[in-house]
């Protein structure tokens, strides 16, 4: 048998120890966030997003949303961590992939979005778009 658990996804680009969505910071200062978490992942550890779901918004309305880099479907964890908005500390929210521990062997069972990030060497440029109500 085998029991569900979570375990970090791949990193995506040199230097990272686990997948993580780098979090969009002013050009002159990395360690300084430019967008806010979109308040529907707002204290949302574990919370799963899908391709195209909003991750970020701008004071101005713009939206950045799940790329799918790390697969269609995954979980978000430390999200809106002060400590990640660093660079020094790998900026982001981190990505958690559900994943099963064999009982039997003793090993973690490789999803398939998994296996597919780990052929990956860059993820795509995020997905920005223009929000079309009002920030409130």
Same mark, same amino acid.
């Given at each position: 048998?085998?029991?569900?658990?979570?375990?970090?996804?791949?990193?995506?680009?040199?230097?990272?120890?686990?997948?993580?969505?780098?979090?969009?910071?002013?050009?002159?200062?990395?360690?300084?966030?430019?967008?806010?978490?979109?308040?529907?992942?707002?204290?949302?550890?574990?919370?799963?997003?899908?391709? %195209?779901?909003?991750?970020?918004?701008?004071? !101005? &309305?713009?939206? =950045?949303?799940?790329?799918?880099?790390? $697969?269609? +479907?995954?979980?978000?964890?430390?999200?809106?961590?002060? %400590?990640?908005?660093?660079?020094?500390?790998? !900026? &982001?929210?981190? =990505?958690?992939?559900?994943?099963?521990? $064999?009982? +039997?062997?003793?090993?973690?069972?490789?999803?398939?979005?998994?296996?597919?990030?780990?052929?990956?060497? !860059?993820?795509?440029?995020?997905?920005?778009?223009?929000?079309?109500?009002?920030?409130?």
């Amino acid at each position: 048998g085998q029991i569900p658990c979570y375990c970090s996804a791949p990193a995506l680009h040199p230097g990272e120890m686990s997948g993580k969505i780098q979090w969009p910071s002013t050009p002159e200062n990395p360690n300084f966030p430019e967008w806010m978490v979109h308040k529907s992942i707002q204290d949302g550890d574990f919370q799963k997003v899908h391709t %195209g779901d909003p991750l970020f918004i701008k004071s !101005t &309305g713009e939206i =950045v949303r799940y790329d799918g880099s790390h $697969g269609e +479907e995954v979980i978000l964890i430390f999200v809106n961590e002060g %400590g990640y908005y660093y660079a020094s500390s790998g !900026t &982001g929210i981190g =990505v958690a992939m559900q994943s099963a521990f $064999g009982l +039997e062997d003793g090993m973690l069972k490789q999803t398939a979005d998994e296996d597919k990030t780990k052929r990956k060497r !860059t993820a795509p440029a995020p997905l920005v778009e223009p929000e079309a109500t009002n920030v409130p």
